[in-house]
Every structure is written in structure tokens, then in C-alpha cells.
């Protein structure tokens, strides 16, 4: 079954090379998940997550996929693996665990060929590095 990580990321591919989308379909999908909980209120726990995916795409703020009173849904297409040439789709959900309790749950997804350069688990750690680090700012 096809997921809307694969349609994104044929769609990217055949953006970088005319045979790409083709090709993707041929394509393993490298994946990386993981939690992060944040001991804030909603609402600046979404706010975090929205810089966050901004900082990694270079500045352009994501809009919600998904949006309800507990839970906001963010993806982003960005650069991942050698030159930051194979495409990424991270998602991002961010879900109201208590008053003072969020957690996000990132998803990382990129195709991977013979070259195993694994951009998502590498994109994936980037976004960890970027969630605890503006959690430790101001």
C-alpha cells in the first residue's frame, strides 16, 4: 500500500531527474520515528514544533495538515542525504497530553537506492537535535 510520504517524495524525485517518479516506485523506503515529550502547554508546545520544521526547511513556516482542539498535524519537504539532494517528507504530530504536557511524534521518510545514505534517520536526528536544543532556550 502506498502511503502520502511515497506520493510526496515521487513527486519530488521526478522534480530532480525526469525518470525519478518512475523510479521511485522501485524504491525502498528508509523510515525513522520517535517521540519527544515537551512539558509545555499546548499551544507553545505547536508554536515549538512550527519554528522547529521552519528551521529546517530554511524559514518558511508549515502550515497544519491536521488541526483539532488536541491535536495539530504539520509536514514538510526538505533535503536529506549526501548534498541534501534526496528528498524528506518529516511529519510531525503534536498532541495535548495533560495541561502542561505535549508530545510530538516525528516521522521521517525518504527512498533509499543501492547508496543506503539513510536521509531520514540522519534528518530525523537533526529534528531531535533541533526540538531539544529550543528546548533548552528561552
Known amino acids: 500500500m502506498r502511503q502520502p510520504e511515497d506520493e510526496l ?3 519530488a524525485l521526478g522534480r530532480i531527474n525526469r525518470g525519478g ?3 521511485s516506485r522501485f524504491l525502498g523506503n528508509d523510515v525513522a520515528e520517535f517521540d519527544h515529550e515537551l512539558p509545555l502547554e499546548f499551544g507553545p508546545a505547536v508554536d515549538r ?6 528551521r529546517l526547511v530554511g524559514g ?9 482542539a488536541d491535536r495539530v498535524t504539520f509536514r514538510v519537504l526538505t533535503g536529506g542525504g549526501y548534498l541534501d539532494m534526496n528528498p524528506v517528507v518529516v511529519t510531525l ?9 505535549t508530545t ?3 516521522r521521517a521518510v525518504a527512498k533509499e537506492g543501492l547508496v543506503k545514505q539513510r536521509a531520514a534517520q540522519k534528518t530525523a536526528e537533526r529534528v531531535a ?3 531539544h536544543g529550543a528546548a533548552e532556550s528561552p
Open 9 to 11: 517524495l515521487a513527486e
Open 129 to 131: 537535535e533541533l526540538l
Open 21 to 23: 517518479k518512475f523510479a
Open 60 to 68: 518558511t513556516v508549515p502550515e497544519p495538515v491536521e488541526a483539532g
Open 104 to 106: 510530538l511524534h516525528v
Open 93 to 101: 504530530d503534536a498532541t495535548r497530553d495533560g495541561e502542561w504536557a
Open 49 to 54: 514544533a512550527r519554528a522547529v520544521l521552519g
